[in-house]
């Protein structure tokens, strides 16, 4: 099985790729919610992303994740919503202002590898919550994979500074094994680069 802390690759530095379109939707109760559960950057995305950051909810729907940003306690920049929401195979939830630093990686965590081991990589990082219950009977579905590789081209065509495609596991991997050992990197990881 794959081993969650070990999923990165990085972006060719040298990539001219275009803005592509994103089918997303603002989730408003998320997008309200924001303020509260995220902090300003310091200065323009594009000049402080250089990673984006993988997680799995380990819940069953977009509902549950959003509910941690109505409480305060966490947020991400979009969800790939489960095999059983209307928005699947339709749209990917926009949940914070990109220009925000969301809360999805605590402020100690860091890596060697990524943005040159420097931590709260909150700062330098945008975050993509995909629906699954890290169960190991939840497989997630071929277009939560697709739509998640769609927001890291989404993301790398505005971004030039963007570098860094991680799992949170790799981050913080005493604490966290999202998006699981059931997550596809290989293939994601085609998705993107191909």
Same mark, same amino acid.
């Given at each position: 099985?794959?081993?969650?802390?070990?999923?990165?690759?990085?972006?060719?530095?040298?990539?001219?790729?275009?803005?592509?379109?994103? @089918?997303?939707? *603002? /989730?408003?109760? %998320?997008? $309200? #919610?924001?303020? +509260?559960?995220? !902090?300003?950057?310091? =200065?323009?995305?594009q000049e402080t992303?250089? @990673?984006?950051? *993988? /997680?799995?909810? %380990?819940? $069953? #729907?977009?509902? +549950?994740?959003? !509910?941690?940003?109505? =409480?305060?306690?966490?947020?991400?920049?979009?969800?790939?919503?489960?095999?059983?929401?209307?928005?699947?195979?339709?749209?990917?939830?926009?949940?914070?202002?990109?220009?925000?630093?969301?809360?999805?990686?605590?402020?100690?965590?860091?890596?060697?590898?990524?943005?040159?081991g420097e931590n709260?990589?909150?700062?330098?990082?945008?975050?993509?919550?995909?629906?699954?219950?890290?169960?190991?009977?939840?497989?997630?579905?071929?277009?939560?994979?697709?739509?998640?590789?769609?927001?890291?081209?989404?993301?790398?065509?505005k971004y030039p500074?963007?570098?860094?495609?991680?799992?949170?596991?790799?981050?913080?991997?005493?604490?966290?094994?999202?998006?699981?050992?059931?997550?596809?990197?290989?293939?994601?990881?085609?998705?993107?680069?191909?």
């Amino acid at each position: 099985m794959a081993d969650p802390t070990d999923f990165q690759f990085d972006l060719p530095p040298d990539r001219h790729w275009p803005p592509v379109p994103l @089918a997303e939707r *603002i /989730h408003k109760n %998320a997008w $309200a #919610a924001a303020d +509260g559960c995220a !902090s300003l950057r310091g =200065a323009a995305p594009q000049e402080t992303v250089r @990673a984006i950051v *993988i /997680h799995a909810t %380990a819940g $069953a #729907a977009t509902a +549950g994740a959003v !509910s941690v940003m109505e =409480a305060g306690r966490a947020s991400f920049h979009w969800i790939v919503p489960g095999k059983d929401e209307k928005a699947h195979g339709v749209h990917v939830w926009a949940t914070c202002p990109e220009r925000l630093a969301a809360w999805h990686v605590r402020r100690s965590c860091s890596h060697p590898d990524i943005c040159a081991g420097e931590n709260n990589l909150n700062r330098s990082s945008l975050g993509i919550e995909i629906v699954n219950r890290q169960n190991g009977a939840d497989p997630f579905s071929d277009w939560q994979i697709e739509a998640a590789a769609d927001i890291v081209r989404y993301v790398a065509g505005k971004y030039p500074n963007l570098a860094h495609v991680v799992s949170h596991a790799r981050l913080d991997p005493t604490r966290r094994t999202d998006p699981g050992v059931n997550f596809p990197w290989a293939e994601f990881k085609a998705m993107v680069l191909n």
